[in-house]
């Protein structure tokens, strides 16, 4: 049995197709991130999964169970942090870990959650004192409280500083070492890229592409290109002494050469030198996820906010 | 299953969290009982000793040097409710009467004593301010001492030795008179019974709803009966405490006479409950806390004001008395009064069945519209 089974879901607000026809599986010890613009369907999704929503159609598994029907059993097996995680204000992350284990009716040793989390230094803190980060950690440490194995994490990092973003990914890394199943879903592509072994990118209520970000990039990019900063003449000129494909962009004077083979390079290369004129910086690069993703969804996506470094390799002549 | 170790554990922490907030421990504890401290200074005691009055006697006198204007005045003023504060009778009264902002006083005639001793008839002249309290006790005072007056007039003048055929013996209803801040101490309670859960709750329960903390609870095996239940049993520990402050200060400060007894427990036990339920209710139907808190006024403020919290329901006008009977809040004061008061337990069981009717029904309704999640 999968942790995770979803088939056909779909959910309507209203005449909006929130979540259109959606199906995936997740296998026990593998970190799954939803990732995608705002509106996307990315939280609908994971709350139906959660059994805080209910389903309009399709078919959900979770832990061989219907979330909507058997929430209350279901509970006790998983670990959730819902989006923009709040608490009662006046109340400190150790009393809150206690408080849950109360409620679970477990034992729990809460310096050892609390170190887990890395928050053992604001566990005397009111949740209403904690920063962004202690606050979404805090949620971390409630989610853990009846030691589920299949963890849910509904934007963990989004609107928290970089360093925050950081120390939350370290908990994340944690936890997949302890053989947890994570669920998550993000915004922002790096952290896709640094935690996920797996990927659905969400759009307008579909995945448009899952898989490793390396299998997306190779499905979905455009493979690996030449560029060579030059003259249309000397593009026309390479286009004429060689059997490649050569597209020039006016705007940026670039010759743009889709690689088939890395040798294509060095015939492209040969005949610019043959050529005569003169011609500036060459690179090679490959598409990158957020090419990828880019080119996958159809809204600019305003909240991506940090891009992951280019593969980029160049010379000077 | 309802599990009394989750309602501890929720318990524990909202009380905690609710002890450690100064604001609202000093609108469930301090706020009364500064009320009731306000309240009773303004009413205290009701009457504040004898009346100021002024007098000008422009009695002449009879030849044998007697004044019976002045043996009249004397009189009043020791009769205890009038001070007799004579003007010299060459000043111009109404004048003197404005200049020392007081409407109240007696003229005594020029003639005053001669006509007495010659049984023909004289005139006081009171002056007074239909609207003012201490004008009906002057003039009444002044009525009352003429017609003694008169009696003797007319016993002297037969030689009539017969003392006077109607006497009057003071008395009143209960057995120690009823004060202003008797009345109030029930009141009050009554009024901290509704406030403090109501507003709390209605607040509460908007605001979970809204940064989804319901949302959170909700995937715990905590449910909402029990949710609930543990900010009744607060609210009735709060209320408990606050009883017992009102009552003390009621007693020890304004020397109130409230009858305490088992009678009481219900309406401490049944009042939060109902309020907290109502609170639960307005934030849960409600779609934001702005509209929570506006739908929470309209809710509270009539009964803050109608149910016989701060004015008897009697000095009401009768329809806004028939109002009153659909206040929930109602019940609550009346009960209290019915028990500290009037020792009335055949009306405070009314009042109790009355109330237990209400809080079921609340209670039902704001668990089942309750929703911990969205569908």
Redesign the interface.
């Given at each position: 049995m999968l942790p995770i089974e979803v088939t056909s879901l779909q959910k309507n607000y209203g005449s909006l197709k929130a979540v259109d026809g959606v199906s995936f599986t997740v296998k026990e010890g593998e970190v799954f991130g939803l990732l995608g613009p705002n509106g996307a369907g990315k939280t609908t999704t994971i709350e139906i999964m959660?059994?805080?929503?209910?389903r309009d159609s399709g078919d959900v598994k979770v832990l061989g169970l219907d979330p909507w029907t058997n929430?209350?059993s279901l509970?006790?097996k998983?670990g959730?942090i819902?989006?923009?995680?709040?608490?009662?204000?006046?109340?400190t992350p150790r009393?809150?870990i206690n408080?849950?284990a109360?409620?679970?009716?477990i034992k729990v040793n809460a310096d050892e959650i609390l170190k887990d989390v890395l928050l053992e230094e604001s566990a005397k803190t009111?949740f209403e004192n904690l920063s962004g980060g202690q606050k979404r950690k805090t949620g971390l440490a409630?989610s853990l409280v009846n030691s589920p194995d299949l963890l849910f994490l509904d934007e963990p990092t989004t609107g928290l500083d970089p360093n925050a973003r950081r120390a939350i990914w370290e908990v994340v890394r944690g936890l997949k070492a302890k053989g947890k199943t994570i669920i998550l879903t993000t915004l922002y592509l790096d952290e896709a890229q640094q935690l996920c072994d797996r990927v659905a990118i969400m759009d307008h209520g579909h995945i448009v592409a899952m898989g490793t970000t390396e299998e997306i990039i190779q499905q979905h990019g455009s493979g690996e290109r030449l560029t060579i900063h030059g003259s249309q003449q000397l593009a026309d000129y390479i286009k004429g002494n060689t059997e490649l494909l050569v597209d020039y962009d006016t705007a940026k004077s670039e010759i743009v050469i889709p690689l088939k083979k890395k040798i294509d390079a060095l015939a492209a290369l040969a005949a610019a030198e043959q050529s005569g004129l003169d011609w500036g910086e060459i690179q090679t690069r490959q598409d990158s996820l957020d090419d990828v993703f880019v080119k996958l969804v159809s809204e600019p996506v305003e909240e991506v906010e940090t891009l992951p470094e280019q593969k980029k390799k160049s010379w000077r002549r | 299953m309802v599990?009394g170790?989750?309602i501890?554990?929720?318990f524990?922490?909202?009380s905690?969290?609710?002890l450690?907030?100064k604001f609202g421990l000093f609108f469930g504890l301090i706020f009364p009982v500064i009320l009731i401290l306000i309240f009773g200074a303004i009413f205290a005691g009701g009457s504040s000793g004898p009346v100021n009055v002024y007098a000008q006697n422009q009695d002449t006198g009879l030849p044998t040097g007697i004044n019976i204007g002045s043996s009249f005045l004397e009189s009043l003023n020791e009769s205890g409710t009038v001070r007799v504060i004579t003007v010299d009778s060459t000043i111009n009264f109404t004048k003197y009467l404005a200049d020392h902002s007081s409407s109240d006083g007696i003229i005594i005639p020029a003639s005053f004593s001669t006509s007495y001793a010659s049984g023909q008839s004289v005139n006081i002249t009171v002056y007074g301010n239909p609207t003012s309290s201490t004008s009906g006790i002057v003039s009444g005072t002044v009525n009352g001492y003429a017609n003694g007056f008169n009696l003797n007039y007319f016993q002297r003048k037969y030689n009539d030795s017969t003392p006077a055929i109607i006497s009057i013996t003071g008395a009143t209803v209960n057995t120690q008179q009823t004060k202003y801040v008797d009345f109030l101490i029930p009141g009050l309670i009554g009024f901290s019974i509704l406030t403090s859960p109501m507003f709390s709750l209605v607040n509460i329960s908007s605001e979970y709803k809204k940064?989804?903390?319901f949302?959170?609870l909700?995937?715990?095996?905590?449910t909402k009966m029990e949710w609930l239940t543990s900010k009744m049993i607060w609210y009735i520990v709060l209320t408990i405490a606050g009883f017992l402050l009102m009552v003390g200060v009621g007693i020890f400060v304004f020397g109130a006479h409230v009858a305490l007894n088992v009678g009481l427990i219900p309406f401490l036990v049944l009042g939060p409950m109902l309020f907290a339920a109502l609170g639960m209710l307005v934030g849960t139907v409600t779609k934001n806390p702005e509209t929570a808190g506006v739908i929470g006024n309209i809710v509270t403020f009539p009964m803050m004001f109608l149910a016989g919290t701060f004015f008897p329901l009697s000095s009401m006008p009768q329809y806004l008395q028939t109002f009153a009977h659909v206040l929930p809040l109602f019940y609550v004061t009346e009960g209290l009064n019915n028990v500290m008061v009037y020792g009335n337990m055949t009306g405070a069981l009314i009042d109790i069945a009355v109330l237990g009717v209400i809080t079921l029904v609340i209670f039902v309704l704001a668990v089942k519209l309750f929703k911990w999640?969205?569908?």
């Open positions: 959660e059994g805080l929503r209910e929430g209350y509970h006790k998983i959730v819902p989006q923009e995680f709040t608490f009662m204000e006046k109340t009393e809150a408080y849950y109360d409620l679970f009716n009111h409630l | 599990s170790k989750r501890y554990a929720d524990k922490v909202f905690r969290g609710y450690r907030n940064n989804k903390l949302k959170q909700s995937l715990t095996p905590l999640r969205e569908d």
